[in-house]
Nanobody, 119 residues
Framework: QVQPVEAGGGLVQAGGALRLPCAAS????????MGWYRQAPGKQRELVAAITTGGSTNYADSVKGRFTISRDAAKNTVYLQMASLKPEDTAVYYCKAHRVRLQLPYDYWGQGTQVNVSS
């Protein structure tokens, strides 16, 4: 099992910044990617950004140039640095750890952290 735990959400004005950390614990050795997703009211959960253990990153078009995902392997933590926030970034942000064990994929989700961006 892997337990991702998010933090760092809150209320921020449009144009502001927030940093969301996600710390993974448990069977972290076989994690090969972690990512941030978000879900706004009435919408499907969507990928925001992801990073592999090799450092490759992937971003949603809507956040490119504004958000940066990074990882601190020593702390088993992934960070989502969000800048130039917009009201449409308001959502619950979830951290996901992706692990492969015995050639089978497993996804582990955190509880989520609320981000509210006021106009």
């Amino acid at each position: 099992q892997v337990q991702p735990v998010e933090a760092g959400g809150g209320l921020v004005q449009a144009g502001g910044a927030l940093r969301l950390p996600c710390a993974a614990s448990g069977s972290i050795v076989s994690i090969n990617a972690m990512g941030w997703y978000r879900q706004a009211p009435g919408k499907q959960r969507e990928l925001v950004a992801a990073i592999t253990t090799g450092g490759s990153t992937n971003y949603a078009d809507s956040v490119k140039g504004r958000f940066t995902i990074s990882r601190d392997a020593a702390k088993n933590t992934v960070y989502l640095q969000m800048a130039s926030l917009k009201p449409e970034d308001t959502a619950v942000y979830y951290c996901k750890a992706h692990r492969v064990r015995l050639q089978l994929p497993y996804d582990y989700w955190g509880q989520g952290t609320q981000v509210n961006v006021s106009s």
